[in-house]
């Protein structure tokens, strides 16, 4: 038996990096999943490379409209929906002087509305039982120079995890944070650091890593798959750490 078998799943930015690892890993497993993101080119080509039992539609986190019309076509096909991978977001290289009202409107929008407002616009289609997992991050509690506001933006989802499971506790529906460590995905070429620069922050942090090497995507996906399955039935509300034990030290 698969883990996930005739399981709905949604992945928001299921087109690159960590979504697009979790939506193989969760159609290997059994489900059916949707997947989004803002680019239609990507997007079909992450579809040929799931190859089946997948759905893109194209849509930006932080547009509600665009989440309308997302979980209007879910509604449409399926009728419901049994797990959430809260996974879209990113974030740019910025220290405390140079923060620009742009750079964390752009931030919050994408990583905390967005997030928050895909969980809630979903609601209506979870069933009792459903799983939602949030990508958080182990900036949730760590400090990285020049990175304040995508931090804060992740200990925030991390808190949302916190307060949901009560404001969901009627309907046993769980949800989970998980936190990945230093990932090398195509996000890190959006940071706004040189090829050269990203080479250096990844290869110094694998000396931070008590693991002595950074995360791959499949690694991450393994954990969400187990968030999102009833493998963690009793797991609710917290962090879990997929970081190699950086965050741990
Ligand atoms: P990535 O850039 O490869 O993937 C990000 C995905 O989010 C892409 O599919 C992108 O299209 C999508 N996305 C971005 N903005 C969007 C928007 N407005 N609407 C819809 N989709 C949008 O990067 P990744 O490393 O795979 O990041 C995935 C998640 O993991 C992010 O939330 C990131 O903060 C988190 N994370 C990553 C790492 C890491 O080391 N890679 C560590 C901790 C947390």
Do not use: C
């Not at 290997?28 to 539609?57: F, H, M, S, W």
């Not at 665009?66 to 509604?75: E, G, P, S, V």
């Not at 449409?76 to 991978?85: A, P, R, S, V």
């Not at 990945?180 to 090829?195: A, F, I, K, R």
């Amino acid at each position: 038996m698969k883990k996930l078998e005739r399981k709905v799943a949604l992945i928001t930015g299921g087109n690159s990096g960590i979504g697009l690892a979790t939506a193989k890993q969760f159609v290997a497993e059994g489900a059916y999943v949707y997947i989004t993101g803002r680019r239609q080119v990507e997007l079909d080509a992450a579809v040929e490379a799931i190859g089946k039992n997948v759905t893109a539609v194209q849509s930006d986190v932080s547009n509600l409209a665009d989440l309308d019309r997302l979980f209007a076509t879910i509604k449409q096909e399926q009728g419901h929906l049994d797990i959430i991978f809260a996974n879209a977001g990113g974030g740019q290289i910025a220290p405390l002087g140079a923060i620009t009202e742009e750079h964390f409107d752009k931030t919050f929008n994408i990583n905390v509305k967005g997030l928050l407002f895909t969980v809630q616009k979903a609601l209506p289609l979870l069933p009792e039982g459903a799983s939602i997992v949030l990508n958080a991050s182990t900036t949730s509690i760590k400090g990285t120079p020049a990175f304040s506001v995508y931090s804060a933006t992740k200990a925030a989802v991390r808190s949302f995890a916190r307060n949901w499971i009560l404001d969901l506790k009627e309907r046993k529906i769980r949800v989970n944070a998980i936190s990945p460590g230093v990932v090398p995905t195509p996000g890190y070429n959006l940071m706004g650091l040189s090829e050269e620069q990203v080479q250096g922050f990844v290869a110094s942090q694998a000396d931070n890593i008590p693991l002595g090497r950074v995360g791959r995507p499949d690694e991450i996906a393994k954990a969400v798959v187990f968030l999102a399955s009833d493998d963690s039935s009793f797991v609710n509300g917290i962090e879990l750490f997929v970081d190699g034990g950086m965050a741990q030290i």
